[in-house]
């Protein structure tokens, strides 16, 4: 058999396959791109044997492929809920994170997925890497006018921008109009760094990083068919077993609220509980690095397991898991507890540099927030975001993170109003303060998730006639708290078994 014969029957077997996981009345997003084409033909079959469905397609050549089987489509704006996505890839690796947008589609594709309960991906062999990026250019759509530009910040991060012509040589056109930058990293060890570092280019339309949205691969090779499920990246310090019982314990809280004919609130922190802070850390502790000469901040990534948490909590669990205080003794000195560098010390330096607020916009979300909250909300509850950021400016680059990540509407209850003229009060003091606003405003608080155990404490306390659940989590790549309070903490991601 030819290469060519061997790896169309890859994609036909994976597409068969992926077939079987739709179901009457679903609505369906149909991805883009030769192996997703055999997947139209056989929904096309089961559509033309009686299987209603209605077909969300990412691409003007999907939706034509799709009349022609005779699949009935979604012409106008994409559904709220889309039950089964079937898409292709470029690469996939072991968390099932994908570079996506060989074709040009890759906006409609990720808005598509954004509003996705399972996402499946159909592949043929050659699609599955150890690392990301080292054979395949990551694509990035761009406006046109702004291409150049873009270019220029992508040559910055160390990738090599190519335009994308056609055949004829002249600009290859998105759906939408925009250009696409074919961009040649080295390799992506480190995809939702570059994911960070990328949304935050302006022109950048969409980038084919697809981080925390495939449900499962399924990849033909041979003459078997493979299925992968995403390896669940929880830190050490927590079992599969603690992460999935805190989760469903969360769950059936909100299913008895609910026939209670209440409103469950699920309270989520922000900092290192739904937010990664990964680059600002980094950039953070490199200031502190060269402001007080200690060389291995300047390069955290090569020389600490973890990165440091900036509580003054999990800032002490990581100095001293990395025996720092005995090498540099000033690093003792934790300084102001609250963070407001009135002190000057280390932590203070780093502290201040974290908190900028043009960095606050690049982090990410920790890895299944986007499944969990939908999950909250289907089964009635409300997610609530409170965090102790204290500055009005704070505000909308903290929302932009969730909206990036694909939360439409959150509910936000930030800083504001404690911080005015009563001096700066305590994280946990800010929280327990905003109770009863959150009470008044949104339901009954059957849950906190939070890094810090004193906000938990004071969360639950402001709400002692209510039985609360109080979660520690831990989220992984950066050290927490449990090594002074030396509570066990429940969560380490929000992924769960859907
Ligand atoms: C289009 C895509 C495709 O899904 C990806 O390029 C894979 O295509 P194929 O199945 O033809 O290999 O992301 O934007």
Known sequence: MSNENKYDREKSLAAQEAVKYIEEGMVIGVGSGTTTAYFIKYLGEKVRNGLNVIAVPTSDKTAELCKYEGIPLVTTSIPKQVDVTVDGADQFDSKLSLIKGGGGDLLREKIVASATKREIIIVDSRKQVEVLGVTFALPIEVIPFAWIKVAEEVKKIKGNPILRLKSDNSYFITDQGNYILDCKFNSIPEPEELA????????????????????????????????????????KVITERVQKDSIDEIFKKIDRVVKLGEKPV??????????????????????????????????????????????????????????????????????????????????????????????????????????????????????????????????????EVLIRGGIKNPILVIGKPSHDGKGPLSDAENKAMRQQEIREKYGTPIAIIDDRLENRVAVCKANSDIDMLSVGISISGFTYDEEITGIPIKLSTFQFEK
């Open 266 to 399: 699920v309270e989520l922190d922000v900092d290192l509980t739904t937010y990664k802070p990964i680059s600002r850390t980094i950039k953070a502790l490199k200031i502190a690095g060269e402001t007080y000469k200690i060389p291995e901040f300047l390069e955290p990534q090569n020389k600490f397991d973890l990165l440091p948490g900036y509580t003054p909590e999990a800032w002490t669990s990581f100095l001293s898991r990395n025996k720092l205080p005995e090498k540099y003794p000033e690093l003792r000195w934790i300084g102001d507890k609250d963070g407001t560098g009135s002190n000057a010390s280390v932590y203070s330096a780093f502290h201040i540099a974290f908190w900028r607020t043009e960095w606050l916009a690049e982090d990410i979300l920790t890895e299944g927030l986007i499944s969990f909250i939908s999950e909250i909300e289907n089964r009635g509850g409300i997610p609530v975001f409170i965090s102790g950021r204290w500055k009005e400016e704070q505000f909308e680059p903290t929302k």
């Open 196 to 235: 960070a570092k990328l949304s935050t280019i302006p022109g950048v339309v969409e980038h084919g990083l697809f981080i925390n949205i495939a449900s499962k691969v399924i990849m033909g090779k041979g003459e078997e068919v493979y299925d992968f499920q995403p390896e669940v990246s929880i830190s």
